[in-house]
């Protein structure tokens, strides 16, 4: 069913039952789910949480409760979704006509009923087949791309406002899962920007609400503030110089990969006046004079440079006077928990520490997950220099195509959907900083990473082009599909997210050129 009012269509009819609350592994869902059991807490709402990591567990789970589960999808105005009229029609049963020829009615009379009715008949069995053709063709438009709408966090927390149960935690879950749809290039700046918004507005109204409350001077309390801060990745928690070097913005302007990029970052340190004594040891140990202007000396140098978006709109949270945390460091450490290597874990440990991770009383498991982003986004980077340094990218004619090999450094890190989607689009940032080809510029990328040795299988991922004027739609599931159809490759689309595929080795050449065929 469609859902417009989501209080009284949606909590108050779950309220009164036991809810099963399917969660799929990404920030932004957990972040939903963090805010959908403090509110099931506070209504003493029984509930069983069931991780979901694509559809074939969904699948699994919900043949295993169909006969308890009502199955709610929210139409989101941002999403342009189809009206329902245009998609659902009521079957309309025939009419009986049998019994019309013994109502006593002159022969002439009855013949003349019976033409009107066929005609009638015809008229409406051909706005049928015109409503059909037009059901079609709308799906088709509908279906074709795959984008995001609003993060479901933020859904989640504006039903708590509307309860008038929104707390300071849920306020800052529904930020990190902003932050989460943001960091993973999944809508436009402006979507963003609007978004953070209105968070912000909620963010005054708390800070308002608190501030004649004791817990301001509390050592433990939880205060969030807007920050216009930089577009640096961790870097409160990092050097400055590792900070610059792995992320992504930074590591492509200015070229990282090459000597002449190392030059240049090292031309960038000395505009600013930094010592690479400071900029090499943690941020927490520099001095506080180059601490107190660092925000505006980067820009100002960056600006020099060419480098315009280095500072974003952001959120920071501080548990008590110790421990600070920017939006994307959470999005990084969570992600990183979520997709960890540790073949001792299983993906329901990985999932469950993430989750934990977000509370306030498990700070130990969130500075492990920065560990673990830091090491995801050295080997990102270090990946990205591989592949451009050996030409590994190419072009395929209507996308880029790139594929890491068994073997290669740290592959195993990005055989899961998130982080090679992360690898995908940063590299792909870094080859149209790099080429001079203008054509290539514009083009999407394929990008694949070993899955499984044993099982010949590899993980596939499509990225749109990077533009400024993207739109975040994704073309590359629907495509897949139809790659996969008319070869008869053996693929499977088990992902929530349609442009991430497995595939196996034998049949990545003929799925290539019947992708390639497609997108011509």
Not at 277 to 289: A, E, G, N, R, Y
Not at 348 to 364: C, K, P, V
Request: glycine share 4%; proline share 2%; aromatic share 10%.
């Amino acid at each position: 069913m469609f859902v417009s009012d989501f209080r009284r269509e949606f909590y108050e009819l779950v309220q009164s039952q036991r809810v099963l609350l399917f969660v799929a592994s990404d920030v932004d869902a957990l972040c939903a789910c963090k805010i959908l059991q403090a509110l099931f807490q506070c209504d003493h709402v029984q509930y069983t949480l069931v991780p979901v990591s694509g559809w074939q567990e969904l699948e699994t789970a919900f043949l295993e409760h169909k006969e308890q589960i009502k199955l709610l999808i929210k139409q989101d105005d941002d999403l342009e979704v189809p009206a329902y009229d245009d998609i659902f029609r009521d079957e309309e049963e025939d009419e009986d006509h049998s019994g019309n020829d013994s109502d006593g009615s002159e022969p002439s009379e009855k013949r003349t009923r019976l033409e009107e009715e066929i005609v009638e008949q015809t008229m409406k069995r051909r706005q049928r087949r015109e409503w059909e053709a037009r059901r079609r063709d709308i799906l088709f438009d509908y279906e074709q791309y795959e984008y995001h709408g609003t993060s479901s966090a933020m859904v989640m927390f504006d039903l708590a406002w509307m309860m008038s149960k929104d707390l300071n935690d849920m306020l800052w879950w529904a930020i990190v899962g902003l932050t989460d749809q943001w960091v993973q290039d999944k809508i436009t700046q402006m979507k963003y920007v609007t978004d953070v918004g209105i968070l912000q507005r909620h963010v005054s109204r708390h800070n308002h609400r608190n501030e004649d409350e004791e817990n301001t001077l509390s050592v433990d309390c939880t205060r969030i503030s807007f920050e216009y801060d930089l577009c640096l990745a961790l870097y409160q928690h990092w050097s400055l110089h590792d900070s610059l070097c792995n992320t992504s913005y930074t590591a492509a302007r200015f070229k990282l990969w090459s000597v002449h990029g190392q030059k240049q970052l090292q031309e960038f340190l000395a505009d600013m006046g930094l010592p690479l004594k400071q900029v090499k040891q943690k941020f927490q140990s520099m001095d506080i004079s180059l601490k107190e202007n660092l925000r505006e000396m980067i820009e100002e140098s960056a600006n020099k440079f060419g480098m315009k978006g280095m500072r974003v709109q952001t959120f920071s949270i501080h548990f008590g006077f110790k421990h600070k945390f920017l939006a994307s460091d959470v999005v990084f450490a969570t992600m990183s928990l979520m997709e960890s290597p540790e073949k001792d874990s299983s993906g329901t440990d990985h999932f469950i520490q993430a989750l934990d991770s977000l509370s306030r009383s498990n700070l130990d498991k969130l500075y492990l997950g920065l560990e673990l982003a830091k090491k995801q986004l050295r080997a990102t980077q270090q990946t990205i220099a591989s592949c451009l340094c050996t030409n590994l990218v190419i072009s395929q004619g209507p996308f880029l195509y790139c594929s890491l090999m068994e073997g290669t450094p740290d592959v195993m890190l990005f055989s899961k959907p998130a982080s090679l989607s992360l690898l995908s689009r940063h590299l792909l940032k870094s080859f149209v900083c790099s080429t001079k080809n203008r054509r290539c510029k514009l083009l999407p990328l394929v990008m694949a990473a070993p899955l499984s040795v044993e099982q010949g299988t590899v993980t596939m991922v499509g990225i749109p082009p990077e533009t400024d004027s993207s739109d975040r739609k994704n073309f590359f599931g629907r495509a897949f599909e139809k790659a996969a159809e008319s070869t008869s490759s053996r693929t499977l689309h088990n992902h929530f997210d349609l442009s991430v595929i497995e595939l196996k080795a034998e049949d990545r050449s003929k799925f290539l050129d019947a992708l390639v065929s497609l997108l011509s």
